[in-house]
């Protein structure tokens, strides 16, 4: 295999992965789009953070995040608190529910993904553990707030 032929490899199966990961976040929580999952570990992560910093982090309009946030906030997943340094400005958090759901959703996923791995030899594992990190490194993927 080339070098093109391989990138063209790797196009074809990450849109298919990506796909597969739509389509199962969907089955594991129906509420709970890949993007509002996402969002949510995000916030979990930072222990909070304003939608603005979500649109930035994950190099997203802010429309869309704003969409997600205004779904997330109904659902009850995520709540708005005053940040204590500066009263102008509000800060997204999880509730309690939201993270009930994202331990529910991790989990699931979690064990998705050792069902479907659970045949692979722990080489395999720990080199395709290494090139996803090594991917998803690259400074252009996504900004990053280190």
Same mark, same amino acid.
């Given at each position: ?6 990138? =063209?490899?790797? %196009? ?11 389509? $199962?976040?969907?089955?594991? #929580?129906?509420?709970? $789009?890949?993007?509002? /999952?996402?969002?949510?570990? %995000?916030?979990? =992560?930072? *222990? @909070?953070?304003?939608?603005? &910093?979500?649109?930035? #982090?994950?190099?997203? &309009?802010?429309?869309?995040? $704003? ?15 005053? *940040?204590?340094? &500066? %009263?102008?400005?509000?800060?997204? %958090?999880?509730?309690?529910? @939201? ?30 553990? @290494?090139?996803?990190?090594? /991917?998803?490194?690259?400074?252009? $993927?996504?900004?990053? *707030?280190?």
């Amino acid at each position: 295999m080339t070098a093109t032929e391989a990138v =063209e490899s790797i %196009h074809r199966e990450m849109t298919v992965f990506a796909r597969r990961a739509r389509a $199962s976040a969907g089955r594991i #929580h129906p509420e709970l $789009s890949l993007v509002s /999952y996402t969002l949510l570990g %995000h916030l979990e =992560e930072r *222990d @909070g953070c304003r939608a603005t &910093d979500l649109a930035a #982090h994950y190099a997203l &309009d802010k429309s869309t995040v $704003s969409r997600q946030v205004a779904a997330l906030e109904r659902a009850g997943l995520i709540e708005r608190r005053v *940040d204590p340094q &500066d %009263h102008r400005v509000q800060v997204l %958090h999880l509730t309690d529910a @939201g993270r009930g759901i994202l331990l529910q959703v991790t989990q699931s996923r979690r064990a998705a993904f050792r069902e479907r791995l659970a045949q692979w030899p722990e080489q395999d594992l720990e080199r395709f553990a @290494g090139y996803l990190e090594r /991917y998803n490194a690259w400074p252009a $993927s996504l900004p990053t *707030d280190d």
